[in-house]
């Protein structure tokens, strides 16, 4: 089945799919919502399905907060200051829900999962509380709290999907799209809340996805980032138990849909990345040879504590692996310092990972102990705060070193550049990635024709920490 749609036609495809055109015109809308996402990427993508069912019951998005007559917060809780985060929002919206009679305010997302109807009780201007796999139920939850009711669903499911709602695009900038495959997960590491907040893994319909990135190519977007909280466990069975397809089988049903749509994921976990994964993406130019491998911790010690079912060994023998096969392939991670009874010696083992993998940039945090976790059942959360913020300093500092290093070997090399748009800096500037994922600004030249979407090759001259900076050749 996925071999037939790689070569069916747009329109064919869709026979029989009731795709929502993007946007409809604002002006058809009985009502307004705002929505503000927090967290993973996961949680954006979700926003622009929440925009998709929304639309269909009549309700048109809105970015000014003061137009909107249905407010909603997608939460994330995956630490205790994310959480923080959206309480304070929550409070900021009190006085315009105070002057704006029949405004509506919700909370979506995993913080909503987490607390369910509590969130009522802690948050009096919350009206509804929509778990991740809710979402469908928020027309009828809406007209429940429009009616003076208090509205609460977080039934999690073990097989919803929004496989067939097209999302509405919030935000971005036309070139570069999320597309979720899967959702929830089934790896228990100790210090997640994600299990208890997404429920089990389930694959999305591989058609499904294959047309929303056609549809999205078509579209003029040249960049999809297939999204799950654990991507590359990413495995779908057919209703007939014909056909079976697996992460790399997926990726390459993308990527044939053009060499001019680029391919990228998230998040993965190390044990799914498999050498069928590493030759796929050898094969397709197209697939950026990027790949975001959170480590959380370099001591087997603490991986075990922390379930993450493999040794700092193993994960090294993973970095080779990925650079036998995919030698220019950028790296980053996911780095937790200050773990339950992490020692310094632990401490001396996650940096040492570091500096072995030569990681491009990592997302690096403070542990932070998460309500009814397996940590938070078994273990005490005992490193004092001082030390984990020290600890996560001397792991930000050899971050900031390894990212200028592998920023200054691309010195004097030519990257094929993605343009997604003007630089922050200065709009006489390009702002654009190559394909493991790193930012190029370079200067616009007179009298081109180039546009956001098109790619350009780039020669790099110089650059900072963060970003390499080019010249068109
Ligand atoms: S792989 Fe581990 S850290 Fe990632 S979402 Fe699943 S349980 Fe959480």
Same mark, same amino acid.
């Given at each position: 089945?996925?071999?037939?749609?790689?070569?069916?036609?747009?329109?064919?495809?869709?026979?029989?799919? #009731?795709?929502?055109?993007? &946007? +409809?015109?604002? =002006?058809?809308?009985?009502?307004? %919502?705002?929505?503000?996402?927090? !967290? @993973?990427?996961?949680?954006?993508?979700?926003?622009?399905?929440?925009?998709?069912?929304?639309?269909?019951?009549?309700?048109?998005?809105?970015?000014?907060?003061?137009?909107?007559?249905?407010?909603?917060?997608?939460?994330?809780?995956?630490?205790?200051?994310?959480?923080?985060?959206?309480?304070?929002?929550?409070?900021?919206?009190?006085?315009?829900?105070?002057?704006?009679?029949?405004?509506?305010?919700?909370?979506?997302?995993?913080?909503?999962?987490?607390?369910?109807?509590?969130?009522?009780?802690?948050?009096?201007?919350?009206?509804?509380?929509?778990?991740?796999?809710?979402?469908?139920?928020?027309?009828?939850?809406?007209?429940?709290?429009?009616?003076?009711?208090?509205?609460?669903?977080?039934?999690?499911?073990?097989?919803?999907?929004? #496989?067939?709602?097209?999302? &509405? +695009?919030?935000? =971005?900038?036309?070139?570069?799209? %999320?597309?979720?495959?899967?959702? !929830? @997960?089934?790896?228990?590491?100790?210090?997640?809340?994600?299990?208890?907040?997404?429920?089990?893994?389930?694959?999305?319909?591989?058609?499904?996805?294959?047309?929303?990135?056609?549809?999205?190519?078509?579209?003029?977007?040249?960049?999809?980032?297939?999204?799950?909280?654990?991507?590359?466990?990413?495995?779908?069975?057919?209703?007939?138990?014909?056909?079976?397809?697996?992460?790399?089988?997926?990726?390459?049903?993308?990527?044939?849909?053009?060499?001019?749509?680029?391919?990228?994921?998230?998040?993965?976990?190390?044990?799914?990345?498999?050498?069928?994964?590493?030759?796929?993406?050898?094969?397709?130019?197209?697939?950026?040879?990027?790949?975001?491998?959170?480590?959380?911790?370099?001591?087997?010690?603490?991986?075990?504590?922390?379930?993450?079912?493999?040794?700092?060994?193993?994960?090294?023998?993973?970095?080779?692996?990925?650079?036998?096969?995919?030698?220019?392939?950028?790296?980053?991670?996911?780095?937790?310092?200050?773990?339950?009874?992490?020692?310094?010696?632990?401490?001396?083992?996650?940096?040492?990972?570091?500096?072995?993998?030569?990681?491009?940039?990592?997302?690096?945090?403070?542990?932070?102990?998460?309500?009814?976790?397996?940590?938070?059942?078994?273990?005490?959360?005992?490193?004092?705060?001082?030390?984990?913020?020290?600890?996560?300093?001397?792991?930000?500092?050899?971050?900031?070193?390894?990212?200028?290093?592998?920023?200054?070997?691309?010195?004097?090399?030519?990257?094929?550049?993605?343009?997604?748009?003007?630089?922050?800096?200065?709009?006489?500037?390009?702002?654009?990635?190559?394909?493991?994922?790193?930012?190029?600004?370079?200067?616009?030249?007179?009298?081109?024709?180039?546009?956001?979407?098109?790619?350009?090759?780039?020669?790099?001259?110089?650059?900072?920490?963060?970003?390499?900076?080019?010249?068109?050749?």
């Amino acid at each position: 089945m996925i071999d037939q749609l790689m070569n069916k036609t747009h329109d064919e495809s869709r026979q029989g799919e #009731a795709y929502a055109p993007f &946007v +409809r015109d604002p =002006n058809e809308y009985r009502k307004r %919502f705002y929505i503000e996402s927090y !967290g @993973c990427q996961m949680n954006f993508a979700d926003s622009e399905v929440v925009a998709a069912i929304l639309n269909q019951e009549g309700y048109g998005a809105t970015r000014e907060l003061t137009e909107a007559d249905l407010i909603f917060i997608n939460t994330c809780s995956i630490r205790e200051k994310a959480e923080q985060t959206v309480r304070k929002r929550l409070t900021e919206f009190r006085k315009l829900k105070e002057s704006k009679k029949g405004m509506l305010v919700g909370v979506l997302g995993c913080m909503a999962e987490r607390l369910k109807a509590q969130f009522l009780e802690e948050e009096k201007l919350v009206d509804i509380v929509v778990g991740p796999d809710a979402y469908r139920s928020l027309p009828a939850l809406v007209s429940e709290a429009e009616s003076g009711q208090k509205a609460v669903n977080v039934l999690l499911s073990r097989d919803e999907t929004y #496989a067939d709602i097209s999302p &509405v +695009r919030l935000d =971005n900038n036309g070139v570069s799209a %999320f597309v979720s495959i899967m959702r !929830g @997960c089934n790896n228990m590491c100790s210090f997640c809340v994600v299990p208890f907040t997404r429920g089990r893994e389930r694959s999305r319909d591989a058609s499904s996805i294959i047309r929303e990135c056609r549809d999205l190519f078509e579209n003029g977007y040249r960049e999809v980032t297939l999204l799950g909280q654990n991507v590359d466990s990413y495995y779908y069975v057919d209703e007939n138990g014909q056909e079976t397809v697996t992460f790399a089988r997926l990726m390459e049903a993308v990527a044939s849909i053009s060499p001019l749509l680029r391919v990228r994921f998230s998040t993965s976990h190390p044990k799914d990345i498999t050498d069928e994964v590493l030759y796929t993406m050898a094969r397709h130019e197209n697939i950026c040879k990027y790949i975001h491998l959170p480590v959380q911790s370099g001591s087997t010690r603490i991986l075990q504590l922390m379930n993450r079912t493999y040794t700092r060994e193993w994960y090294m023998a993973k970095v080779d692996r990925i650079r036998e096969i995919l030698p220019e392939c950028g790296i980053s991670s996911d780095i937790i310092a200050g773990f339950c009874t992490e020692e310094e010696k632990d401490h001396a083992d996650t940096l040492a990972v570091m500096a072995y993998s030569r990681y491009d940039m990592s997302y690096m945090f403070i542990y932070s102990e998460r309500p009814g976790t397996l940590a938070q059942r078994r273990y005490t959360d005992d490193i004092p705060e001082p030390v984990k913020k020290r600890r996560l300093q001397e792991i930000v500092e050899l971050q900031n070193r390894l990212s200028l290093e592998s920023n200054r070997a691309d010195i004097g090399k030519t990257f094929t550049v993605l343009i997604e748009g003007d630089s922050k800096r200065s709009d006489q500037d390009w702002m654009g990635r190559n394909s493991q994922n790193k930012v190029i600004v370079f200067p616009k030249k007179a009298g081109s024709s180039l546009k956001a979407g098109d790619y350009a090759d780039v020669r790099v001259h110089d650059c900072t920490q963060a970003t390499l900076l080019g010249n068109l050749i």
